[in-house]
């Protein structure tokens, strides 16, 4: 029962993934979503609704992205091709974070 | 003879020094002087109660290169500038007249501990007043 449960548990989060990726609007200099979990090679798109610039950024061993500078109104595509756990931030306003766990299909 | 060649080269040396006026940019102190200004400047403006909502939340290492680089091009300084126009680039800030004066005094605090002359200072301040149109949205 416990096998089960824990499969179920294992199971279920990653049956709701989508691998098209999903939508993470940057607002009032925060991002809209604290974490996310997506499937490897999956995207993380960020649509930068505020009124002024944004530049997102990871910074890890396994998997490194920047998209200079974001103008209002642009969408930063971010496919994550390793898996594991990352931070993305914004170079210009450093409270911004959002973590994505990246798995394996 | 040699006395009236090293007269012609002085007069050429005094004529060419006066035709390549000196830049606001050199007034200021060039890249030390400047880099020291616009140090303080930000310094004063992540501490200041009235530009609290401007400046929290922004990162100060992406800023200050921007900002001197926006400095030294403007003064006539040996720099290129690649960010957007004045207008643009605090489009959605919502800057009232208040946090845009904030922002001279500061400037000006800054100059004054950098022992910049008045004359100086209002040269700058002269360059950036038509700024305040573009800046000011409200």
């Known amino acids: 029962m416990a096998v089960r449960a824990a499969l179920l548990t294992a199971i279920l989060p990653l049956a709701g993934l989508d691998a098209s990726g999903v939508v993470v609007e940057q607002l009032n200099r925060a991002f809209t979503r604290s974490s996310v979990t997506i499937l490897k090679g999956s995207n993380i798109r960020f649509s930068n609704v505020d009124e002024f610039d944004h530049e997102v950024y990871v910074d890890s061993p396994n998997f490194n992205y920047d998209s200079y500078e974001q103008s209002p109104g642009e969408t930063a595509v971010v496919t994550f091709t390793a898996a594991g756990s990352f931070e993305v931030r914004c170079h210009i306003h450093p409270k911004m974070h959002l973590h994505v766990d990246v798995v394996d299909h | ?138």
């Open chain 2, 1 to 138: 003879m040699r006395i009236l060649l090293f007269a012609s080269l002085l007069a050429a040396a005094l004529t060419g020094r006066c035709m390549a006026a000196e830049t606001l940019y050199d007034q200021l102190g060039g890249h030390d002087g400047l880099s020291r200004i616009v140090d303080r400047a930000l310094t004063l403006y992540f501490t200041d109660p009235r530009l609290h909502a401007d400046f929290d939340n922004i990162n100060r290492d992406w800023l200050q290169p921007r900002f001197y680089a926006f400095f030294c091009k403007t003064t006539g300084g040996p720099c290129v500038y690649k960010g957007r126009a004045m207008a643009p680039s605090h489009k959605g800030l919502h800057i009232d007249q208040a946090r845009f004066n904030a922002v001279v005094e500061d400037l000006q605090t800054a100059m004054d501990e950098s022992r910049i002359p008045f004359r100086t200072q209002n040269r700058l301040l002269a360059l950036l007043a038509p700024m305040e149109r573009a800046i000011v949205t409200r």
